[in-house]
DNA sequence: TTGAAAGCGCTAACAA
DNA sequence: TTGTTAGCGCTTTCAA
């Protein structure tokens, strides 16, 4: 069939244990036979095979990477092409490959996962998600597995390794320069509580807003489902309150596009009626009208920190756990002005 | 270590081969030592290594998804994530995995798939791009490797395996719509010359002008990059025009994006001032204001077949090169109306 | 219907 | 510095 170690051996004439060797560059193989025998490759074509090394080594030079369970449309989010790529980029430095689950709903997710994880077909997972009562999570942590999370987890948080921003700071951040702009009234709007950024991010506002001692009525904090109908759905509610708020804290890019067109269609005006801030900085939240205000959280960025912890990891079982926090950046554009 | 089969047969009081039978499901095993076999799997909690696996057999259970290199910002473009889950889904069926390249780079990329392909990694590969000239095509081409293309190869047709829509057909349509609505002055905007799937979507709009014997001037068609820039470029270009367009065909809804809200800042209204029909149908289509008109070409569709294609491919060999057009579906929403 | 044994292509002691 | 040899865990003839 293929061209194997030994017909490499063969033709350079040596044993196969030296072209191993020369694989690996080991360094007590004299430069001439290096020489001779990597000749001997390029004269074959030879490839090594990656299972029958894997299966020696037993390891897989590859690491999965687990999306939310793509039920959900928020699978359509740039966030995971931009950490894949961070990712990916950082796994190519090293010549490791990529796995990756697209299950249908959080079942076939957990399926794939144990094939990734029992079948040794990666030697550690990236969860590009973090919520509560995680079964990937916990088959994770049971099996001692390596793994790491982009996001923060929500219990186990001294034991899990994790790449995250500062996300209630970031929040905290955006809610506070509402309040200097001199907005009162002020709004959140995030996506499932079952979320730690949303949870995150809900908080850092809260507390922005106690300590400015401004108003916190239970109906300016909405959790929604994302997209069209969440952002409809959430603009709805609060521009019928008694008193609307006039600066927004949106959790996510995309579910702002939503509640920018949903305010349109309603004839409010941001940021003459409104302001609104946001995070991610996607590419699209400078092409919309007016340019958003938004938490740069330097999405390729967390890819490639996780990709690298995730190595660490495998390279060291014992690594200790760590948290790696990226910095954010607050992008301030068109969408946010003073009240008159 | 591990569990190995060498374990379930002892426990069993089998041979090692009578469990890798029990695995297959081969028939030619008695119910009884199945029963037993299958008891002391679970017993020991065993879980084939895949790795070995792959080595008896040669093959690897997983497919490789070449991306376009991730330099460009398409890869932000939701199209992805949806196609991948199309694949993703048909795979998870028949328990295969997914590989994905995310190269930064035409070159990384390439060394990608080169490592895919000669390691033996996986059975086949998902181009989810065409354009021409491209090295990896011609390298799969060469080495007769099993893929199939997202797209429509630009040459050797009838010899490559894809599955596509009829863009040009799809395009002709959306330009006769703006045409009956009384439009005479229409701009094409697309991307890279390069690519396939603009070409064909270029070719169905000049189709569609010319039969109807309306002026095609040079400037009314754009090639332009993604996203703002481009967006933003070509609305300038096309409305300094003596005669700017009144109706717009943009091969992409993320372009769309781009080109909306550059109209909104020269203060040209859509649809009032200029109707716009786009292609893709991605969620955010029903989230601008207005809603855009745009053909849903079946994304997920597009990646279930393709994945469907790919495995018979790998199956058998010779299988010969087909072509699966899906059906697409315009939406006709609000973006385009009557010219008055 | 089952078992014994060889081999998939590579790595890693252990020798030399 | 290099060769010999024994696996890694599984599948698959060939025999029984």
């Known amino acids: 069939m293929s061209i194997t170690i030994k017909d490499v051996a063969k033709r350079a004439g040596v044993a196969p244990s030296t072209v191993s060797r020369v694989i690996a560059d080991n360094p007590r193989i004299s430069m001439e036979t290096k020489k001779r025998v990597r000749k001997a490759m390029k004269d074959l074509g030879y490839h090594p095979n990656i299972n029958a090394r894997n299966l020696a080594v037993r390891s897989s030079q590859s690491i999965g990477v687990i999306m939310p369970s793509s039920a959900d449309v928020a699978l359509q989010n740039p966030f995971f092409p931009e950490v894949l790529r961070g990712i990916g980029s950082h796994l190519h430095e090293v010549e ?203 999405i390729y960025n967390l890819g490639v920190q996780s990709a690298r912890c995730l190595l660490e990891l495998t390279k060291n079982k014992d690594e200790p756990a760590k948290r790696i926090i990226i910095p954010y950046d607050i992008k301030y554009r068109k969408s946010t002005t003073p009240i008159n």
């Open 96 to 298: 490791y490959s990529l796995y990756v689950s697209t299950g249908g709903n959080e079942e076939t997710t957990f399926e794939e996962v144990q094939r990734m994880v029992n079948g040794n077909r990666v030697d550690g997972i990236i969860l590009l998600y973090s919520r509560m009562n995680d079964p990937v999570q916990e088959f994770l942590m049971e099996k001692k597995f390596p793994f790491v999370i982009v996001g923060k987890p929500f219990e186990n948080e001294s034991e899990i390794t994790y790449v995250d921003n500062n996300n209630v700071q970031a929040s905290k951040d955006l809610t506070n320069h509402l309040i200097e702009l001199g907005h009162q009234h002020i709004a959140f709007i995030g996506g499932s509580k079952e979320l730690t950024v949303t949870s995150d991010r809900l908080h850092g506002y809260r507390s922005a807003i106690k300590e400015a001692s401004l108003p916190l009525p239970d109906e300016y904090i909405i959790h929604t489902a994302f997209l069209k109908s969440g952002g409809r759905e959430a603009v709805e509610k609060l521009f019928q309150l008694d008193t609307p708020p006039t600066g927004l804290v949106v959790a996510d890019d995309l579910m702002t596009l939503g509640v920018m067109n949903a305010l349109e269609e309603l004839g409010i005006n941001c940021p003459e009626d409104v302001s609104i801030t946001s995070f991610n900085n996607l590419y699209l939240s400078e092409i919309t009208t007016p340019a958003l205000t938004t938490v740069d959280i330097q």
